[in-house]
């Protein structure tokens, strides 16, 4: 079975960052991934940017060897060869206005700029792009999170990038929104008569949301310990994916149509600030263990002055405050050095009112619906059934398992493929709006306020393990516990 993708216009794509992390292990593997399924028109250009002085057959081999293991030899050469390089600084004026001819050689194009910078970059890149009128015609700009610090420096980002682009103009990507779990989402509730009649406090006990990863910082350690776990991940990812458990039926699928119900569940979060964070919040910092199958450091050793009261791992009980959510726990986690790479939604229903089965049976456990993002794809319905024999009667759990690659025998796109190739159809649904991003902030500041007065350093826990024994009891106070099947 193929699928189906719907053409995209002739674009001129910048990657500025063009060197970085991102950039090898996402953004052009991704592209190449589209030319190889004949989705870049011919015509089209990726530039990449970044200070190193490279030129085009310098960066074309660089990719080369980055690329190799992501297509065969014929269409890497025919990809590299829509492939380019400049080598300029978002501060300085040395190339820009060579940069600004050749990519207005080709006015017609759409013209993608992507940020794959620090934000401190976004600033002076969308002032010179602005300088040259580069931001004319049909001219996009896509901005890598984390978009600032708080919300402070992200309204200040916010306030420089819209004086050049239009808020039609500006993409901010959370590539979590384009996985297939995540559109899945949407299907299952409003494209199917039998959950979303369910989707309410009356039949739903609890949302956990997780996002954990079995490495460590490693050569992010400079970017990370000035982040923290809560906003590298729960500020944006997470919480985008609260909002799409949560949010109410939109009337359509237009891009503002989904973001205002996504909007309407960053403002209805229950606060939660000095006065409850060290009952609803854990944080947590790994320590040298066995993780991957091996010994691995700590995160103190992975920095160079060995000293930080940076996260790693956070967990944390929000609540929803509307007449759908009242009194549905979420719990959330993520971290890194954890036992497993999974990133999974577990919604559990209440359990069944009464039960007409003796103890012999064997317990009844709740009913659940696991959409597993990563990896192995697909969405899991725990029901209970009876074991098959003579005998009697004896209960059993089992998942009806739906996997995306075995159900429709084709590789599923990187999220990051359906993304760029949005961006270019100037479809901004998958995208995050200005307001999402300053509500988003304005729940997380006082979470980061608390933790800054209270002075405490975040609780250790022994790589390749689940966190701080504290994000258990976090949970299990109320009875509960963290999904952790493997099956």
């Known amino acids: 079975m193929t699928a189906n993708f719907a053409p995209v216009e002739a674009f001129d794509l910048v990657i500025f960052g063009g060197t970085g992390d991102l950039a090898y292990r996402k953004l052009l593997p991704a592209l190449l991934r589209r030319h190889a399924d004949g989705q870049i028109p011919a015509g089209s250009r990726i530039v990449g940017v970044a200070r190193e002085a490279l030129d085009d057959a310098g960066y074309r081999k660089q990719l080369q060897a980055a690329l190799a293991d992501v297509a065969d030899a014929k269409t890497l050469e025919a990809f590299l060869q829509q492939v380019g390089y400049r080598s300029l600084d978002a501060r300085k004026d040395a190339g820009w206005d060579a940069f600004a001819e050749m990519i207005g050689e080709q006015p017609e194009h759409v013209r993608v700029f992507y940020l794959s910078t620090s934000p401190e970059l976004f600033v002076d890149i969308c002032g010179r792009l602005g300088h040259y009128r580069l931001n004319e015609g049909k001219a996009r700009v896509v901005l890598e999170k984390p978009i600032g610090r708080n919300l402070a420096s992200a309204n200040q980002i916010n306030d420089a990038v819209g004086q050049v682009f239009d808020e039609s103009q500006t993409f901010r990507i959370d590539h979590y929104l384009g996985k297939e779990t995540v559109q899945n989402l949407l299907a299952l509730r409003f494209g199917n008569a039998l959950f979303e009649p369910l989707w309410n406090n009356g039949h739903i006990d609890h949302v956990q949301i997780t996002v954990a990863e079995t490495v460590g910082v490693g050569h992010r350690a400079g970017y990370y310990d000035h982040a923290g776990a809560l906003r590298d991940m729960v500020q944006n990812h997470m919480l985008q994916l609260l909002c799409m458990v949560a949010m109410e039926p939109p009337s359509s699928l237009a891009p503002d149509a989904v973001r205002d119900e996504k909007l309407k569940v960053l403002n209805s979060l229950t606060p939660v600030d000095d006065s409850n964070a060290a009952q609803l919040t854990v944080r947590g910092q790994y320590r040298a263990g066995n993780a991957d199958g091996q010994h691995v450091p700590g995160y103190l050793d992975e920095l160079k002055d060995g000293k930080s009261n940076t996260e790693t791992f956070v967990a944390l009980k929000a609540g929803i405050a509307n007449w759908r959510w009242a009194g549905v726990p979420f719990y959330l986690r993520t971290g890194k050095r954890l036992p497993n790479r999974v990133s999974e939604i577990v919604v559990a229903f209440k359990p069944v009112p009464h039960s007409i089965f003796d103890s012999s049976a064997g317990t009844l456990a709740q009913n659940r619906l696991v959409l597993r993002l990563q990896p192995d794809e697909g969405v899991k319905l725990w029901l209970t059934i009876k074991h098959p024999g003579p005998g009697g ?27 760029l190739l949005d961006v270019v159809r100037g479809n901004p649904t998958l995208f995050m709006r200005r307001d999402e991003v300053e509500a988003a902030w304005r729940w997380a500041d006082p979470i980061l306020a608390a933790w800054a007065a209270s002075g405490e350093p975040p609780r250790p826990y022994t790589a390749g393990t689940w966190g701080p024994s504290a994000s258990v009891a976090l949970i299990e106070r109320d009875g509960r516990t963290w999904n952790e099947d493997s099956e």
């Open 393 to 419: 009667l004896r209960l059993r759990h089992v998942p009806l398992d739906m996997s995306f690659a075995e159900a429709f025998g084709v590789q599923q796109p990187d999220a990051y493929e359906r993304l």
